[in-house]
Nanobody, 124 residues
Framework: QVQLVESGGGLVQAGGSLRLSCVAS????????MGWFRQAPGKEREFVAA????????YYADSVKGRFTISRDNAKTTVALQMNSLKPEDTAVYYC?????????????????WGQGTQVTVSS
């Protein structure tokens, strides 16, 4: 079982950048696909990005492609989300998630483990 703790959220102006981090506890971090999801008020949780065990496979939602970059460091059991060119519509609570397989998934129900979330607010 893995436990996840996110950090790095905050308030930023449109066009700015933020870097989210997620630290995982547990000895088998490298055996989990790691993903980022987000949920805006009144909306369903949506997929943002995911990365396979060793970073060989990465997938992004169309809405963030070219602006966000997901990465992982298995030695430090962390996964990061670099967010550039932020837009007001990126405002949401961002969640780190994990699933114990090497197959990337884009739906939230396929991830068994979740962090508590970190708020990202982008002002116009």
């Amino acid at each position: 079982q893995v436990q996840l703790v996110e950090s790095g959220g905050g308030l930023v102006q449109a066009g700015g950048s933020l870097r989210l981090s997620c630290v995982a506890s547990g000895p088998t971090f490298s055996s989990y696909v790691m993903g980022w999801f987000r949920q805006a008020p009144g909306k369903e949780r949506e997929f943002v990005a995911a990365i396979s065990w060793h970073g060989n496979s990465i997938y992004y939602a169309d809405s963030v492609k070219g602006r966000f970059t997901i990465s992982r460091d298995n030695a430090k059991t962390t996964v990061a989300l670099q967010m550039n060119s932020l837009k007001p519509e990126d405002t949401a609570v961002y969640y780190c998630a994990a699933r114990r397989t090497n197959i990337i998934a884009v739906t939230s129900y396929e991830y068994a483990y979740w962090g508590q979330g970190t708020q990202v607010t982008v002002s116009s």
